[in-house]
Each structure stands twice: as C-alpha cells, then as structure tokens.
Nanobody, 127 residues
Framework: QVQVVESGGGLVQAGEFVNLSCKVS????????MAWFRQAPGKQREAVSC????????DYMEPVKGRFAISRDNAKNTLYLQMFSLKPEDTAMYYC????????????????????WGHGTQVTVSS
C-alpha cells in the first residue's frame, strides 16, 4: 500500500522561507522520479518541480525558477521542496507525486505519468 504524505506547510509572510517534506512508503523510492505540483482554489493544477531518481537532475517551471529548490534523501524515502522569497501568488495546496519511472522526461509537467499522490499541504503567503 503506497503512502505519500506531505508536511511543512503553513501561513507565512511574503519574502519568507518554507521547507516542505514528502515521506513515501510502499514503493521502491529509488526507482521513481518525484515531483511537486500545486493548485490554488478555482485554478488548474500546475507543475512546480521534478527530480530524477538519484537527485542528479532537476527541472523547474518558470514561476519558481531561481526561488525554489527540490531535493531528495533516498535513505529516508523523503522528498523536499525549499521555497525561498515566497510571493502571495505561491499560495496553493502543494502535492507530492511519484512518477511511474526513474526519470522526469520532457513532458512531466502534464502529470500523466504520476500515479501515486499525496493529499497535499497548504501554503498560504500573506503580503
């Protein structure tokens, strides 16, 4: 039984820092690329960042590029998202998801190849 559990969200002020965590169980963590997605109320879900199985390659969507950092600790079966210089437009429910394979690929942002999802952690950024 696969379990994906996000944590670390909360209410923060613009310009501050948050580190999200995602603990995974029930699958071979090292065999899967991992990604973060987010969704604000009334808006479509959007991709944030993806990391391959070993952590050697990362990809970021333009709105977060240069501000967010994705990483993973395979010994702990845990994915992280460091979020610097937060903006009100970063406010969303943040979801962690496991890819079906070890690499993100060029079209990972469409989310079709992600089968295991967490229930999300809320990040609210006030001005």
């Amino acid at each position: 039984q696969v379990q994906v559990v996000e944590s670390g969200g909360g209410l923060v002020q613009a310009g501050e820092f948050v580190n999200l965590s995602c603990k995974v169980s029930g699958l071979r963590f090292n065999d899967h690329a991992m990604a973060w997605f987010r969704q604000a109320p009334g808006k479509q879900r959007e991709a944030v960042s993806c990391i391959n199985w070993s952590g050697s390659e990362e990809d970021y969507m333009e709105p977060v590029k240069g501000r967010f950092a994705i990483s993973r600790d395979n010994a702990k079966n845990t994915l992280y998202l460091q979020m610097f210089s937060l903006k009100p437009e970063d406010t969303a429910m943040y979801y962690c998801a496991a890819h079906t394979g070890p690499y993100c690929g060029t079209r990972w942002s469409r989310a079709y190849e992600f089968k295991d999802w967490g229930h999300g952690t809320q990040v609210t950024v006030s001005s």
